[in-house]
C-alpha cells in the first residue's frame, strides 16, 4: 500500500530505485511458544515518520527493540542499509522511552555531553582538551534546539516531565542517529505539554532528514505526526491458545502533508474510519 500513487505523487522526486532505509522480510519474534510478531514485511524509506498503533502487548516495543538490536528476530531478515542490522546498539540507532532514560547525577549539559563522550571513549580513555570543549559547543546547541538553554546546569529532578523528555530527545539527537526510534514518549505527559512536545519532533524531523519510527496510544497523535501510518494487530486468533499467533502491519498508510494540524477535519475523519473499521472487524 505505501507503493500506491498518492504517495509516489506526494514525494516525486524520490528515485523509485534508492535502497530502502531499513527493511524487514518474513521478520519473526518469538519467546519460546509464544508468538509476539509474525510474518513482518516492509520496506521504509529514509525520512519517512512511521507512527505505529496497536493493542497493549502486541509487540510495538519488541519491534522497536529489533531496530535497535537490543533483540534478535526469530526468523526472518532485518536489514538496515540493505545490510542486517548490528546485534548491538550503535550510533544509528537512537531510542526515546516514555520513561526518562537520563542520569540523575548529571546535569542538563553533562547529560547531553556523556552521549557523545561514550562513543568517543571507545577509542580514547578520556575526552579531554579541545575535543571535550568542541563537544561542549555541540551539546549547548542541541539543548538550545529542544528549547533548554535555560536549564543548561540544573538537575533532571529540578526539571518538569516535558523538560526530561526533551532531554532525552537532545541526548538521542546527540548521537547522530540515523532512525530515530520513540516508544510512546509523550503517553506521560499532560495534554498540553504534548502539543509543544509535537511541534519540536515535526521541526527536528524535518531538520534533520530523520527517519523516525514512533509507538503511540494516541491515535489522533500518530495520525497528526506521521507521514505514514501503521496498525499492528493479529490476523489470526486462537482462543484456546492466545499466545499461538503473533501481530503483523494489518495497515499500512500513507498520509498527507498538511495533516499536521490539531484542528483538521481530515485528521478527525481518518481517525472515525479507522476505529469504524477496527470496531467492525
Ligand atoms: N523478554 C521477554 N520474554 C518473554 N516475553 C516477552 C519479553 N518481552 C516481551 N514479551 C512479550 O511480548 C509481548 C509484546 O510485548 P511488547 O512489545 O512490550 O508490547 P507493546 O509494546 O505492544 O505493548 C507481550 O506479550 C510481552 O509479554
Ligand atoms: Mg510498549
Known sequence: ????????????????????????????????DTVVLEKINAKIRKGEFVTVIGTSGCGKSTFLKLILGTEKATRGK?????????????????????????????????????????????????????????????????IAEVGLAHAMDRYPSELSGGMQQRLAIAQALMKKPKILLLDEPFGALDPGIRKDMHNLIHRLWKQNSLTVFMVTHDLAEGFKLGSRLWVFDKLRVDPESPNRFGATITYDMPLKEGEFDDHGSQVLEAVNSVKKEMTEK
Not at 500506491?4 to 519460546?32: C, D, F, H, T, V
Not at 526518562?100 to 575526552?127: D, G, Q, W
Open 1 to 32: 500500500m505505501a507503493e500506491n500513487s498518492a504517495e509516489k505523487a506526494k514525494e516525486p522526486q524520490k528515485n523509485a530505485a534508492e535502497q530502502p532505509i531499513l527493511e524487514a522480510r518474513g521478520l519473526w519474534k518469538e519467546y519460546g
Open 78 to 142: 532485518l536489514l538496515f542499509e540493505g545490510k542486517p542490522i548490528s546485534a548491538e546498539p550503535d550510533e544509528d540507532r537512537g531510542i526515546v522511552f516514555q520513561r526518562y532514560s537520563v542520569f540523575p547525577h548529571l546535569t542538563v549539559l553533562e547529560n547531553v555531553m556523556i552521549a557523545r563522550e561514550f562513543e568517543k571513549s571507545r577509542f580514547l580513555a578520556r575526552v579531554f582538551g579541545s575535543a571535550r570543549r568542541e563537544i561542549a559547543e555541540e551539546a549547548k546547541a542541541m
